[in-house]
């Protein structure tokens, strides 16, 4: 038996808030749509699709009409999100004002088409639409013919026929670099497509095309759109390459060039996203002015936009930049600071409106946080909601082993051994996790050495050995040193063995 589509139910589950509620007076407004509506509002209350439930409580759909309904609805949100995103982009600007040009072609406006084609192919250039800018100079064409403007079409057709050319390798060259963009992105991400011995080289071979692309188009009058493309990929290769230094230099350039010519407003969630990753430049560069004023940027977006027009994924940017911010905080041990921080967005970002993956790294965070100032029992809180709690099981897996060093060392804080033995166990069971390194071993044998003695001459000497092993650790075992910077769990091992001199 063939399984019913649920690509609606797919659909409404990926409407934040606002496009809901626009949707929903969209509904209201229309005539005779009582069952799209109420269609609508039971595929919002649901958690899970399933066709047989909804055609036994929903009466007014049946066998008969279910495939039908489905697909009316999935019709009339797309049209009401086309409406509530139009003039949101540039790219739906330029097309409006196509539609305008052909218009008032046809209403034989010519001279006013003609002030409107000029302002939107200069726009188009500048924003890398060269596919639309080519529209643009074919109305262009078309009006001077209408017109009978000769001289002019015939003084535009060898013009065009000249940037037509240019416009096509353009448009390709934007679309390799884009292909370019998205393979780093995926790169960037733990586990991702390629192993990790493939990834280096792949980085390294994409950087050097740039790099080899630049020194060939110095001399030339390259396109703003794509300068910005090659500033990006040449920062975030020198990022994931750990070049935090000459990251640093490059991102400056970059965001300076992208703010010059970027319409930060039309697209403020990918703005934010090159804020949360300078951040991550400035941590690793030790740039604690750089990350200022890349908070300082965010909270100003932020205050500069309506409400309603702060979607799901905008917010879930900018709290990304706040984990990003008090995660730098952590990495000086500045923690009282990083722990106000974290209490003054908690509401917010722990609500539904934030995504479980930011909200999962926020609560570790935290609980690192709470953990090296010595609020026990919060830290505790911070670890038990992150267990009890299905919704972040499946997602950030990769911060878990983390969260199994920092649930020892609660443990250990509070005297309970036998929940010790619990996720030591544990920890055995689960011996997949990608991100196991030589200190992360280490660590979880030192917490089992700890469940077997009370001595504080003997606790001091196995607090000793593993701070020698973290200050002596193999410069080549990144994975190591990476696990010792997220977890901050050498800050608490060496504020312990000092309780116990």
Request: contains cysteine.
């Given at each position: 038996m063939k399984t019913p589509s649920n690509e609606i139910f797919q659909l409404v589950k990926s409407l934040d808030s606002h496009e809901k509620a626009f949707i929903k007076l969209c509904l209201h407004?229309?005539?005779?749509?009582?069952?799209?509506?109420?269609?609508?509002?039971?595929?919002?209350?649901?958690?899970?699709?399933?066709?047989?439930?909804?055609?036994?409580?929903?009466?007014?759909?049946?066998?008969?009409?279910?495939?039908?309904?489905?697909?009316?609805?999935?019709?009339?949100?797309?049209?009401?999100?086309?409406?509530?995103?139009?003039?949101?982009?540039?790219?739906?600007?330029?097309?409006?004002?196509?539609?305008?040009?052909?218009?008032?072609?046809?209403?034989?406006?010519?001279?006013?088409?003609?002030?409107?084609?000029?302002?939107?192919?200069?726009?188009?250039?500048?924003?890398?639409?060269?596919?639309?800018?080519?529209?643009?100079?074919?109305?262009?064409?078309?009006?001077?013919?209408?017109?009978?403007?000769?001289?002019?079409?015939?003084?535009?057709?060898?013009?065009?026929?000249?940037?037509?050319?240019?416009?096509?390798?353009?448009y390709s060259e934007s679309q390799q670099n884009q292909e370019k963009i998205y393979l780093l992105q995926k790169l960037n991400i733990k586990g991702g497509c390629y192993p990790g011995s493939e990834k280096h080289q792949i980085i390294k071979n994409i950087y050097s095309d740039v790099i080899d692309n630049k020194t060939a188009d110095s001399g030339g009058n390259q396109n703003t759109y794509i300068l910005i493309q090659k500033k990006f990929i040449e920062y975030y290769c020198l990022l994931l390459l750990n070049e935090y230094h000459k990251a640093n230099t490059c991102f400056r350039k970059y965001l300076e060039l992208y703010e010059s010519f970027t319409e930060i407003s039309n697209n403020p969630e990918d703005y934010l996203w090159h804020v949360n990753v300078g951040i991550t430049v400035s941590n690793f560069s030790g740039d604690k002015k750089l990350l200022w004023e890349l908070n300082e940027k965010a909270d100003n977006l932020l205050k500069k936009l309506p409400v309603k027009n702060q979607s799901?994924?905008?917010?879930?940017?900018?709290?990304?930049?706040?984990?990003?911010?008090?995660?730098?905080?952590?990495?000086?041990?500045?923690?009282?600071?990083?722990?106000?921080?974290?209490?003054?967005?908690?509401?917010?970002?722990?609500?539904?409106?934030?995504?479980?993956?930011?909200?999962?790294?926020?609560?570790?965070?935290?609980?690192?946080?709470?953990?090296?100032?010595?609020?026990?029992?919060?830290?505790?809180?911070?670890?038990?909601?992150?267990?009890?709690?299905?919704?972040?099981?499946?997602?950030?897996?990769?911060?878990?082993?983390?969260?199994?060093?920092?649930?020892?060392?609660?443990?250990?804080?509070?005297?309970?051994?036998?929940?010790?033995?619990?996720?030591?166990?544990?920890?055995?069971?689960?011996?997949?996790?990608?991100?196991?390194?030589?200190?992360?071993?280490?660590?979880?044998?030192?917490?089992?050495?700890?469940?077997?003695?009370?001595?504080?001459?003997?606790?001091?000497?196995?607090f000793e050995a593993i701070l020698q092993k973290i200050q002596y650790i193999d410069k080549h075992d990144s994975g190591s040193v990476f696990f010792l910077k997220n977890t901050m769990i050498g800050a608490w091992l060496r504020k312990k063995r000092d309780e116990l001199v």
């Amino acid at each position: 038996m063939k399984t019913p589509s649920n690509e609606i139910f797919q659909l409404v589950k990926s409407l934040d808030s606002h496009e809901k509620a626009f949707i929903k007076l969209c509904l209201h407004k229309e005539s005779k749509t009582s069952i799209n509506e109420g269609l609508f509002d039971y595929l919002c209350s649901q958690s899970s699709y399933d066709e047989n439930k909804l055609l036994l409580e929903f009466k007014a759909i049946n066998k008969n009409n279910i495939k039908h309904s489905k697909q009316t609805i999935f019709d009339f949100i797309l049209r009401s999100l086309e409406q509530y995103y139009a003039n949101s982009s540039t790219e739906q600007k330029l097309y409006h004002s196509l539609f305008q040009i052909r218009f008032l072609r046809k209403k034989k406006l010519f001279s006013k088409a003609s002030k409107l084609i000029n302002f939107s192919i200069e726009k188009a250039a500048q924003t890398g639409h060269f596919l639309i800018q080519l529209q643009f100079m074919a109305e262009q064409q078309l009006i001077a013919l209408e017109s009978d403007n000769i001289a002019d079409y015939e003084q535009l057709q060898v013009r065009n026929s000249f940037a037509k050319e240019d416009l096509l390798k353009s448009y390709s060259e934007s679309q390799q670099n884009q292909e370019k963009i998205y393979l780093l992105q995926k790169l960037n991400i733990k586990g991702g497509c390629y192993p990790g011995s493939e990834k280096h080289q792949i980085i390294k071979n994409i950087y050097s095309d740039v790099i080899d692309n630049k020194t060939a188009d110095s001399g030339g009058n390259q396109n703003t759109y794509i300068l910005i493309q090659k500033k990006f990929i040449e920062y975030y290769c020198l990022l994931l390459l750990n070049e935090y230094h000459k990251a640093n230099t490059c991102f400056r350039k970059y965001l300076e060039l992208y703010e010059s010519f970027t319409e930060i407003s039309n697209n403020p969630e990918d703005y934010l996203w090159h804020v949360n990753v300078g951040i991550t430049v400035s941590n690793f560069s030790g740039d604690k002015k750089l990350l200022w004023e890349l908070n300082e940027k965010a909270d100003n977006l932020l205050k500069k936009l309506p409400v309603k027009n702060q979607s799901t994924a905008l917010l879930a940017n900018y709290f990304t930049v706040k984990n990003s911010v008090i995660a730098f905080l952590t990495h000086v041990e500045d923690f009282r600071e990083a722990c106000i921080r974290s209490e003054n967005i908690q509401a917010e970002i722990l609500s539904n409106k934030v995504k479980p993956s930011i909200r999962k790294i926020f609560l570790a965070n935290f609980c690192q946080i709470y953990l090296c100032n010595g609020e026990i029992r919060k830290a505790l809180q911070c670890y038990n909601t992150l267990n009890n709690n299905i919704e972040y099981s499946s997602v950030r897996n990769d911060i878990d082993p983390g969260m199994n060093i920092l649930g020892l060392a609660i443990f250990l804080e509070l005297n309970s051994f036998e929940n010790t033995e619990s996720l030591l166990r544990a920890c055995k069971r689960k011996s997949d996790f990608r991100s196991q390194c030589k200190i992360y071993l280490d660590l979880l044998e030192f917490f089992l050495e700890t469940t077997k003695t009370i001595e504080k001459k003997q606790l001091l000497g196995l607090f000793e050995a593993i701070l020698q092993k973290i200050q002596y650790i193999d410069k080549h075992d990144s994975g190591s040193v990476f696990f010792l910077k997220n977890t901050m769990i050498g800050a608490w091992l060496r504020k312990k063995r000092d309780e116990l001199v």
